[in-house]
Antibody, heavy 118, light 110 residues
Framework: QVQLQQWGAGLLKPSETLSLICTVYGGPFSGYSWRWIRQPPGKGLEWVGEINQIGRTNYNPSLKSRVTVSIDTSKMQFSLKVSSVTAADTAVYYC????????????WGRGTLVTVSS | QSDLTQPASVSGSPGQSITISCTGTSSDVGSYNHVSWYQQHPGNAPKLMIYDVSNRPSGVSNRFSGSKSGNTASLTISGLQAEDEADYYCSSYTRSSTYVFGTGTKVTVL
C-alpha cells in the first residue's frame, strides 16, 4: 500500500525557514506530480505548490517568492521550503500526489502542524 | 485567485440525498473539467472522492456523484449515512495553471 510519510520542524520563529520532507513508500515515484497543500487551524485548504515528473515547478502566486519545492528521485522524496515565515504561515502542511498529467490529489500524507511563534 | 464558494453547512437525515455546490468563475470551474472533491474527517487528511467532475476513484462508494454546469460544480451524496458526516472541499485547476480550493462545507447527519 502506497504511503506518503512526511516530517519536519513543528515550531519556528518568525523570519525562519520552514522545511518539510515527504517520502514515498510502497509505490513508484516516477510518473507523478508531487504537491503541497496547507490548512490553517480551523480553516480551509490552500494549494502551496508542486513539482512534476520532469522537475518543473509551479507555485501559488501569493507565496511564490518564498516557496521552493524540490525532489530527490534517488531517495523517493520531495521537499518544501518556505522562507521568512510569519504567524500567517501557521498551518497543517500536507504532501500529496497527483497521477501523471492530472489535476487532482489522489494520495495525501498525514499532515504536519507547523506553528510560527516568537 | 479567490476561493471557490461553497455553502458553510448542509444537513440531512439518514437515507436522504444532499447536494453541495461549488461556484467559481470562467477562469477555473468554467474553463476545465478538472474539478475534484475531498472529504475530511476531523483530525484526518483529506480523501479524494470525485475527480474530473464526475469520476469516482476505486473504493469510493457509488453514493457519491459529481456534476458541473457552467461555473458551478456539485457533489451529491445519496443514501446519507452517519459516516458521511465530515467537511467537504471542492478544488479546480485554473487558467493560471494553479489550483484553487472551495471554502468548505460541513455536512451534518441529523
Amino acid at each position: 500500500q502506497v504511503q506518503l510519510q512526511q516530517w519536519g520542524a513543528g515550531l519556528l520563529k518568525p523570519s525562519e525557514t520552514l522545511s518539510l520532507i515527504c517520502t514515498v513508500y510502497g509505490g513508484p515515484f516516477s510518473g507523478y506530480s508531487w504537491r503541497w497543500i496547507r490548512q490553517p487551524p480551523g480553516k480551509g485548504l490552500e494549494w502551496v505548490g508542486e513539482i512534476n515528473q520532469i522537475g518543473r515547478t509551479n507555485y501559488n502566486p501569493s507565496l511564490k517568492s518564498r516557496v521552493t519545492v524540490s525532489i530527490d528521485t534517488s531517495k523517493m522524496q520531495f521537499s518544501l521550503k518556505v522562507s521568512s515565515v510569519t504567524a500567517a504561515d501557521t498551518a497543517v502542511y500536507y504532501c500529496a500526489r497527483g497521477p501523471g498529467t492530472t489535476w487532482f490529489f489522489d494520495l495525501w500524507g498525514r499532515g504536519t502542524l507547523v506553528t510560527v511563534s516568537s | 485567485q479567490s476561493d471557490l464558494t461553497q455553502p458553510a453547512s448542509v444537513s440531512g437525515s439518514p437515507g436522504q440525498s444532499i447536494t453541495i455546490s461549488c461556484t467559481g468563475t470562467s477562469s477555473d470551474v468554467g474553463s476545465y473539467n478538472h474539478v475534484s472533491w475531498y472529504q475530511q474527517h476531523p483530525g484526518n487528511a483529506p480523501k479524494l472522492m470525485i475527480y474530473d467532475v464526475s469520476n469516482r476513484p476505486s473504493g469510493v462508494s457509488n453514493r457519491f456523484s459529481g456534476s458541473k454546469s457552467g461555473n458551478t460544480a456539485s457533489l451529491t451524496i445519496s443514501g446519507l449515512q452517519a459516516e458521511d458526516e465530515a467537511d467537504y472541499y471542492c478544488s479546480s485547476y485554473t487558467r493560471s495553471s494553479t489550483y484553487v480550493f472551495g471554502t468548505g462545507t460541513k455536512v451534518t447527519v441529523l
